[in-house]
């Protein structure tokens, strides 16, 4: 059984930074891209970011120049560092893996999701 469990959510004002942490666990034969997610109320999902096992990371962007994706494989875990947060920022994030269970089998999993609030 593969999880995500994520962490680092949280309210913060605007202008302030924070740091989301989103760690794999189970029986894992490869992590290929994870990234997040986010939805605001009354907004479509977006994705915020995402990062390929080789480094390889793209933004939204609306993030561009705030967001940095990264990643620790020894670890199975992506963040995501969040500066000069504006409060449309505002959103559930939700982090996703590709995950190879065999070389036969891979499935996207995702978190349960976190709160970041952004307050103005």
């Known amino acids: 059984q593969v999880q995500l469990v994520e962490s680092g959510g949280g309210l913060v004002q605007a202008g302030g930074s924070l740091r989301l942490s989103c760690a794999a666990s189970g029986i894992i034969f490869k992590i290929n891209a994870m990234g997040w997610y986010r939805q605001a109320p009354g907004k479509q999902r977006e994705l915020v970011a995402a990062i390929t096992s080789g480094g390889s990371t793209n933004y939204v962007d609306s993030v561009k120049g705030r967001f940095t994706i990264s990643r620790d494989n020894a670890k199975n875990t992506v963040y995501l560092q969040m500066n000069s947060l504006k409060p449309e920022d505002t959103a559930v994030y939700s982090c996703?893996?590709?995950?190879?269970?065999?070389?036969?089998?891979?499935?996207?999993?995702w978190g349960q999701g976190t709160q970041v609030t952004v307050s103005s």
């Open positions: 996703y893996g590709h995950i190879e269970l065999s070389d036969a089998a891979s499935y996207i999993y």
